[in-house]
């Protein structure tokens, strides 16, 4: 008999997050280096640490804030969407400081559907989008990307029914590191606009582009302020995940559903976090700017390694974020590959099936934490891994 005390369906339906258990197999397998996890090697800069060492000293530093966020930062949230993204925030849109990305996505989706609505998901896609989805009660409709991961527009507008509530992009994407061109984010925004729906877009990785690839904001389309939902996040940008800041810009009709949401999940987003984002924003992306050559030298290694002739995966091309999503040549499925890759080779990644990629057998790896020599000696070992298991 089924335990009066068990899960709502809502969340036994919404997939275990898959990081806990690949965690489990590393600290089982010692000395495996982890290609795993989507984090940055660099912390924020002195200056935000700096600002939250003098947090404290008056006592509304203690008390509750706006829900929006603090107003200094929230005005330097604006000036930096204007300056960077070519999105002008007010009168027609609004900016709220949130905790995390992942925060400001889950606002959205509580503010635009209800039970049973759908949202457009172009698949592989971030799983956490998915399970913000199922947990409030919509449906994921799942688009495939082409061979290389990027945008069939065609097929989101044949995906799309009266039930659907928003198309959700993330450009440079997790977990497969392309990057849209501005042409598709462009054509997926006015296909929102003509069919009645939202377009949210991610922007977590923005400052993650390489070579000559560079991001695009669909908000700053003119007249997209209405439906667009534009989603930021500090975590990465600044290397500051565990402080807990995104941002999100929000049409203006949507700004009393969000902050019931706002409201009730945090009241107001943390003060010392805000207070330290709003130094690292008076650095700006020189921070993030500073490693990008870096991670750029390490991309094209791991490009060179794995697309050799003998080893058996495909390596689509990843201009953006720090990871690429390799497609393996086995017939082990992609859970068990990444298994026997900790167990047998001391290397890990994460399985495309937590991703909802098609591909049989895929793994993502993420080459953001590590220096190029673990990178190297890491990739090294999925080489060999991939040719015993494949
Ligand atoms: C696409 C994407 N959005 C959002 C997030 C979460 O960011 P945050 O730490 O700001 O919640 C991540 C984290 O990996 C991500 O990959």
Same mark, same amino acid.
């Given at each position: 008999?089924?335990?009066?005390?068990?899960?709502?369906?809502?969340?036994?339906?919404?997939?275990?997050?898959?990081?806990?258990?690949?965690?489990?197999?590393?600290?089982?397998?010692?000395?495996?280096?982890?290609?795993?996890?989507?984090?940055?090697?660099?912390?924020?800069?002195?200056?935000?640490?700096?600002?939250?060492?003098?947090?404290?000293?008056?006592?509304?530093?203690?008390?509750?804030?706006?829900?929006?966020?603090?107003?200094?930062?929230?005005?330097?949230? $604006? /000036?930096?969407?204007?300056?960077?993204? *070519?999105?002008?925030? @007010?009168?027609?849109?609004?900016? !709220?400081?949130? +905790?995390? &990305?992942?925060?400001?996505?889950?606002?959205?989706?509580?503010?635009?559907?209800?039970?049973?609505?759908?949202?457009?998901?172009?698949?592989?896609?971030?799983?956490?989008?998915?399970?913000?989805?199922?947990?409030?009660?919509?449906?994921?409709?799942?688009?495939?990307?082409?061979?290389?991961?990027?945008?069939?527009?065609?097929?989101?507008?044949?995906?799309?029914?009266?039930?659907?509530?928003?198309?959700?992009?993330?450009?440079?994407?997790?977990?497969?590191?392309?990057?849209?061109?501005?042409?598709?984010?462009?054509?997926?925004?006015?296909?929102?606009?003509?069919?009645?729906?939202?377009?949210?877009?991610? $922007? /977590?990785?923005?400052?993650?582009?390489? *070579?000559?690839?560079? @991001?695009?904001?669909?908000?700053? !389309?003119?007249? +997209?302020? &209405?439906?667009?939902?534009?989603?930021?996040?500090?975590?990465?940008?600044?290397?500051?995940?565990?402080?807990?800041?995104?941002?999100?810009?929000?049409?203006?009709?949507?700004?009393?559903?969000?902050?019931?949401?706002?409201?009730?999940?945090?009241?107001?987003?943390?003060?010392?976090?805000?207070?330290?984002?709003?130094?690292?924003?008076?650095?700006?992306?020189?921070?993030?700017?500073?490693?990008?050559?870096?991670?750029?030298?390490?991309?094209?290694?791991?490009?060179?390694?794995?697309?050799?002739?003998?080893?058996?995966?495909?390596?689509?091309?990843?201009?953006?974020?720090?990871?690429?999503?390799?497609?393996?040549?086995?017939?082990?499925?992609?859970?068990?590959?990444?298994?026997?890759?900790?167990?047998?080779?001391?290397?890990? +990644?994460?399985?495309?099936?937590?991703?909802?990629?098609?591909?049989?057998?895929?793994?993502?790896?993420?080459?953001?934490?590590?220096?190029?020599?673990?990178?190297?000696?890491?990739?090294?070992?999925?080489?060999?891994?991939?040719?015993?298991?494949?």
């Amino acid at each position: 008999m089924l335990s009066p005390y068990s899960q709502s369906r809502r969340l036994a339906a919404v997939q275990v997050p898959v990081i806990p258990i690949v965690a489990r197999w590393i600290a089982e397998s010692p000395g495996t280096i982890s290609l795993g996890q989507g984090v940055v090697s660099y912390g924020p800069p002195p200056e935000a640490v700096a600002a939250a060492q003098r947090f404290g000293t008056t006592l509304s530093d203690h008390r509750y804030g706006p829900v929006e966020g603090l107003p200094p930062l929230v005005a330097a949230l $604006e /000036a930096k969407l204007a300056a960077e993204n *070519g999105i002008s925030v @007010p009168p027609d849109s609004r900016v !709220l400081v949130t +905790a995390g &990305g992942n925060q400001a996505f889950m606002n959205a989706v509580l503010a635009i559907t209800d039970p049973d609505d759908e949202i457009i998901l172009p698949a592989p896609y971030y799983f956490n989008h998915e399970m913000a989805i199922g947990m409030a009660g919509a449906k994921v409709v799942a688009v495939p990307t082409d061979r290389n991961y990027q945008l069939d527009v065609a097929a989101i507008g044949a995906a799309i029914t009266p039930r659907t509530r928003a198309v959700a992009t993330v450009s440079p994407n997790n977990p497969t590191g392309a990057v849209y061109p501005a042409e598709a984010l462009t054509a997926v925004n006015r296909l929102c606009q003509s069919r009645g729906i939202f377009h949210l877009h991610d $922007e /977590a990785y923005e400052y993650f582009t390489y *070579g000559s690839v560079r @991001p695009f904001s669909p908000g700053s !389309l003119d007249g +997209a302020s &209405g439906y667009t939902i534009s989603l930021y996040s500090l975590s990465k940008a600044y290397g500051m995940a565990s402080w807990r800041v995104g941002y999100m810009v929000i049409p203006a009709s949507l700004h009393e559903a969000v902050n019931k949401v706002q409201d009730t999940l945090l009241i107001c987003p943390p003060a010392v976090s805000q207070q330290a984002a709003l130094a690292a924003l008076a650095v700006g992306r020189a921070h993030a700017a500073s490693h990008v050559a870096r991670l750029d030298a390490t991309r094209r290694l791991i490009f060179d390694t794995l697309s050799a002739a003998d080893v058996p995966c495909d390596v689509p091309p990843a201009d953006g974020a720090f990871y690429y999503l390799l497609r393996a040549h086995s017939d082990l499925d992609s859970m068990t590959l990444v298994e026997r890759l900790i167990r047998d080779h001391r290397v890990a +990644a994460i399985p495309g099936s937590a991703f909802a990629d098609a591909a049989p057998c895929s793994i993502r790896i993420s080459y953001g934490a590590l220096d190029a020599e673990t990178v190297a000696e890491g990739v090294g070992r999925l080489v060999k891994g991939l040719r015993a298991l494949a």
